[in-house]
């Protein structure tokens, strides 16, 4: 809870600062349909709650349901804010820095691109990251792991905290935007495109793309993926072997620098560090027993 109030608190003073000084435009990203779902959970849990006992299970699930909507609320209003940076982006100096260590993106696309049924494979998979994370939550609470998925808001909003903080202060715009390149995708020219209008003045003329580079979100959360099922043993595994080739898609493809993944791994080990200290809380979202 203490990381949620803080990450809306540093969002309102985001909102303020462009409001006073800046007036730079923004996607929203907010998911349509948001006010609808919010009054079905709240009903259902009306419902939930005259229907069964106090501690049913299918109560504290949906009670979970709304803890959920609350922790990517959260996050949406954290991204809505934080694309309003005023920092230039630090793109350039990640390549220059990567040069130095002989990583080269325009070689990686190459040799990516030379691969093509790997390529599409690598695609693929890559997709599949919205879908991990809209329904292996929701399995994990049907199946009343509530600790797993308190443990699991407790990584989104931390490293989220972490995470937004540096690219508020130092935004990159990802590969496509500094690598002259044909091997990147239209989406991935778009996430340095939005950069660039929103900085000049100009809304948007397109939601696609990512947003962050550094560090990568799709590592931490493909990570995290992996870690609800790890009472599972078959699916974790299965699991693991798709999110890390995942993880290297992120590179293979051009949407991440090697740099951003490394920054992904280092939040994510101060994240579990800080969930170690703090597994003694009893916030409303790590009140159940946290087993790391």
Known sequence: MFFAGLILALSSISFLINSLFYNYPG?????????????????????????????????????????LFMVMSVVAIATNAVQLTPFPAIDHYIVSFEKHLSIHMEKILIWTDNHPHFKYVLG??????PYQM???????????RFHLIREYYFYMLSTVLIGFVI?????????????NSPLFSPEQIDTGLKFKQIHHYINPTTNEGGLIALPSFHTIWAILC?????????PYFMLMIINVLLISSCVLLGWHYVTDIVAALII?????????????????FTSYDLKS
């Open 226 to 234: 992996v870690n609800l099922l790890r009472e599972w043993p078959i």
């Open 27 to 67: 996607n929203n990203y907010f998911p349509e349909g948001i006010p609808y779902l919010a009054l079905t959970l709240i009903l259902m849990n009306l419902g939930l709650f005259l229907y069964f006992p106090q501690r049913s299970k299918f109560i504290q699930a949906g009670r979970e349901l709304i803890y």
């Open 167 to 179: 690219y508020y202060f130092f935004p990159t715009t990802a590969p496509a935007s500094v690598i």
């Open 268 to 284: 994510l080990l101060i994240s579990h560090l800080l969930l170690k200290y703090c597994s003694c809380d009893r916030s409303p």
């Open 124 to 129: 693929k998979i890559y997709d599949t990251l």
């Open 134 to 144: 809209s329904i292996l939550p929701m399995l994990i609470i049907i199946t009343c």
